[in-house]
């Protein structure tokens, strides 16, 4: 994500190892204590013994209709993985293989799209309920493995009750009817955005519940299936590749695909009267551009800018990690531009407005494409890991302006430097930010963790050297591709490919409360924070 006003001018569902088919009964013993034939040494009557058995199974029934009845008289309670800065996002007790997302718009952006959500996930703890994240929406019903479940909410989670619990291990399917909201609610930021067309979504970093029930945290990627259903008159394109196109009277369903898991915020659909313009990338990759279609011919010149981007940032780190890539240009006034997983959010003014320039719109456009190796398909683990999705989306911004716009980088970083005391207090050091102010979830996206964060990327250049460095970053996205990944994993990279220990190093410059000396620079000075 950037945020404006700027400072200058294959298949879903990839199997899994375990059972192939939801809900799959499985064989063999119940319980131990398989009655036997006869009675052996010792052994009691087998009448006696049936008795026993019987009182047995009779106490253990009752103790377990017993917890049963307290956990569900229990009244439904919001649940969290424990993310620092967002304790109760995400859930814990279950992982999710894949969305199955279905929207109907109705022809208005003002009014609540039908909807309908299916979670298959593996259980990875028993589960006498379920946590969704959904916040902004209406549920009619939800099931699980086909069977009626009960819900209520939970501040900001949906909590599901099924018929019988969910033991460990197991692969179930959630299947939610709702309705999804695009009017913002009082103290809700983001979800979906209400363009002059039609809507796109914003769900960074927190926001993806406002739009449909989900494990809302980037520490679970899944796969997504999306399908639209609006008036002809609209074009629908989401994350990932077409899937298929299917009319009815007056109607349209576009289906998508995405062939790589993605992390919820970085869900995208776009509904309006758009264009969508083809062309190929490199290695023949297929893009597509997502434009108000009055404006198509306006903006075709920037447009056919992102292949040789693609090509620049392929030669700083390697091969572009996904099935496709392309713009969503839309007409609305958002205050950033969103790395959405395959096709990046602008605002169209970016590109029609005369006060920036044109070098300057091009490192942004770098800036969000660069994130789809850095966040997109390299997520982070936690929230306070952020600074490896800004700050080297910034470096690479910065790196394009230094090497096509002749806009040195070690300007900007000396000007870093001198601020980064006060972003520092103002926000907390680059892996270690404070948390977001009160009712700005979004808050948490301050200058430490982009130009802070660069900063402590070009430190690191210049303590191990360009030829380590660059090594580093090629190794960094191809190890974790599809993955998450924290800032521990980084520091344990950098130090084995550096092959020194530079333990020391990131705990002054990700955590320390003062920017330490730059290497190479003795000379630059960071501003004391204004008390």
């Given at each position: 994500?950037?945020?404006?006003?700027?400072?200058?001018?294959?298949?879903?569902?990839?199997?899994?190892?375990?059972?192939?088919?939801?809900?799959?009964?499985?064989?063999?013993?119940?319980?131990?204590?398989?009655?036997?034939?006869?009675?052996?040494?010792?052994?009691?009557?087998?009448?006696?013994?049936?008795?026993?058995?019987?009182?047995?199974?009779?106490?253990?029934?009752?103790?377990?209709?017993?917890?049963?009845?307290?956990?569900?008289?229990?009244?439904?309670?919001?649940?969290?993985v424990g993310d620092r800065l967002f304790p109760t996002l995400g859930n814990p007790g279950y992982d999710v293989a894949s969305y199955d997302l279905s929207f109907t718009y109705p022809g208005s952006n003002s009014k609540p799209l039908q909807a309908v959500t299916t979670i298959d996930a593996w259980t990875t703890e028993r589960l006498d309920r379920i946590n969704l994240d959904f916040a902004h929406g209406t549920v009619d019903s939800v099931e699980v493995d086909g069977r009626p479940a009960t819900f209520a909410s939970a501040?900001?989670?949906?909590?599901?009750?099924?018929?019988?619990?969910?033991?460990?291990?197991?692969?179930?399917?959630?299947?939610?009817?709702?309705?999804?909201?695009?009017?913002?609610?009082?103290?809700?930021?983001?979800?979906?955005?209400?363009?002059?067309?039609?809507?796109?979504?914003?769900?960074?970093?927190?926001?993806?519940?406002?739009?449909?029930?989900?494990?809302?945290?980037?520490?679970?990627?899944?796969?997504?299936?999306?399908?639209?259903?609006?008036?002809?008159?609209?074009?629908?394109?989401?994350?990932?590749?077409?899937?298929?196109?299917?009319?009815?009277?007056?109607?349209?369903?576009?289906?998508?695909?995405?062939?790589?898991?993605?992390?919820?915020?970085?869900?995208?659909?776009?509904?309006?009267?758009?264009?969508?313009?083809?062309?190929?990338?490199?290695?023949?990759?297929?893009?597509?551009?997502?434009?108000?279609?009055?404006?198509?011919?306006?903006?075709?010149?920037?447009?056919?800018?992102?292949?040789?981007?693609?090509?620049?940032?392929?030669?700083?780190?390697?091969?572009?990690?996904?099935?496709?890539?392309?713009?969503?240009?839309?007409?609305?006034?958002?205050?950033?531009?969103?790395?959405?997983?395959?096709?990046?959010?602008?605002?169209?003014?970016?590109?029609?407005?005369?006060?920036?320039?044109?070098?300057?719109?091009?490192?942004?456009?770098?800036?969000?494409?660069?994130?789809?190796?850095?966040?997109?398909?390299?997520?982070?683990?936690?929230?306070?890991?952020?600074?490896?999705?800004?700050?080297?989306?910034?470096?690479?911004?910065?790196?394009?302006?230094?090497?096509?716009?002749?806009?040195?980088?070690?300007?900007?970083?000396?000007?870093?430097?001198?601020?980064?005391?006060?972003?520092?207090?103002?926000?907390?050091?680059?892996?270690?930010?404070?948390?977001?102010?009160?009712?700005?979830?979004?808050?948490?996206?301050?200058?430490?963790?982009?130009?802070?964060?660069?900063?402590?990327?070009?430190?690191?250049?210049?303590?191990?050297?360009?030829?380590?460095?660059?090594?580093?970053?090629?190794?960094?996205?191809?190890?974790?591709?599809?993955?998450?990944?924290?800032?521990?994993?980084?520091?344990?990279?950098?130090?084995?490919?550096?092959?020194?220990?530079?333990?020391?190093?990131?705990?002054?410059?990700?955590?320390?409360?003062?920017?330490?000396?730059?290497?190479?620079?003795?000379?630059?000075?960071?501003?004391?924070?204004?008390?």
């Amino acid at each position: 994500m950037l945020h404006t006003p700027r400072t200058g001018p294959t298949a879903i569902g990839t199997p899994r190892t375990g059972p192939t088919a939801i809900g799959t009964p499985r064989t063999g013993p119940t319980g131990n204590g398989t009655p036997r034939t006869g009675s052996g040494p010792g052994d009691p009557a087998p009448r006696s013994r049936t008795r026993n058995r019987r009182r047995l199974n009779a106490a253990l029934l009752a103790s377990a209709v017993s917890v049963c009845l307290v956990a569900a008289s229990a009244p439904p309670t919001p649940l969290g993985v424990g993310d620092r800065l967002f304790p109760t996002l995400g859930n814990p007790g279950y992982d999710v293989a894949s969305y199955d997302l279905s929207f109907t718009y109705p022809g208005s952006n003002s009014k609540p799209l039908q909807a309908v959500t299916t979670i298959d996930a593996w259980t990875t703890e028993r589960l006498d309920r379920i946590n969704l994240d959904f916040a902004h929406g209406t549920v009619d019903s939800v099931e699980v493995d086909g069977r009626p479940a009960t819900f209520a909410s939970a501040d900001e989670d949906l909590v599901v009750t099924p018929e019988r619990p969910i033991s460990e291990g197991s692969w179930t399917r959630i299947t939610v009817r709702h309705t999804s909201d695009p009017v913002s609610a009082k103290g809700q930021d983001g979800g979906w955005v209400r363009t002059k067309d039609g809507l796109a979504m914003a769900n960074q970093a927190d926001a993806a519940h406002l739009v449909f029930p989900c494990n809302d945290h980037p520490s679970d990627k899944a796969m997504f299936t999306i399908r639209v259903t609006a008036p002809n008159a609209y074009t629908a394109v989401a994350n990932g590749l077409p899937a298929g196109v299917d009319k009815v009277v007056g109607n349209t369903t576009w289906t998508y695909r995405t062939q790589h898991p993605m992390a919820t915020e970085l869900a995208q659909v776009s509904i309006g009267r758009s264009a969508v313009l083809h062309r190929t990338g490199p290695h023949d990759l297929p893009m597509r551009d997502v434009v108000p279609a009055k404006d198509a011919k306006q903006l075709e010149p920037w447009l056919k800018k992102t292949s040789d981007q693609i090509a620049w940032m392929e030669s700083k780190v390697g091969r572009y990690p996904f099935e496709t890539y392309g713009l969503l240009m839309a007409d609305a006034s958002t205050g950033f531009e969103l790395e959405t997983q395959t096709i990046s959010l602008f605002e169209r003014d970016l590109f029609t407005q005369p006060a920036y320039p044109k070098w300057y719109v091009e490192s942004i456009m770098v800036h969000e494409l660069s994130h789809q190796w850095f966040g997109d398909s390299v997520s982070p683990r936690t929230w306070s890991d952020l600074w490896l999705n800004e700050g080297h989306a910034t470096w690479y911004e910065e790196l394009y302006a230094e090497e096509k716009a002749h806009r040195p980088m070690e300007t900007r970083m000396k000007a870093a430097y001198a601020a980064s005391d006060r972003w520092r207090a103002a926000g907390g050091p680059p892996a270690l930010p404070k948390a977001p102010a009160p009712g700005q979830k979004i808050s948490i996206f301050r200058p430490n963790v982009y130009d802070g964060a660069a900063l402590a990327l070009y430190a690191l250049r210049q303590e191990i050297g360009r030829p380590a460095f660059e090594r580093l970053e090629r190794t960094w996205v191809n190890v974790h591709r599809d993955g998450t990944a924290t800032t521990a994993d980084f520091e344990e990279l950098a130090s084995a490919i550096s092959g020194r220990d530079l333990s020391d190093f990131f705990q002054g410059w990700l955590y320390g409360e003062k920017t330490p000396p730059m290497p190479g620079h003795p000379d630059w000075t960071s501003q004391a924070p204004v008390k």
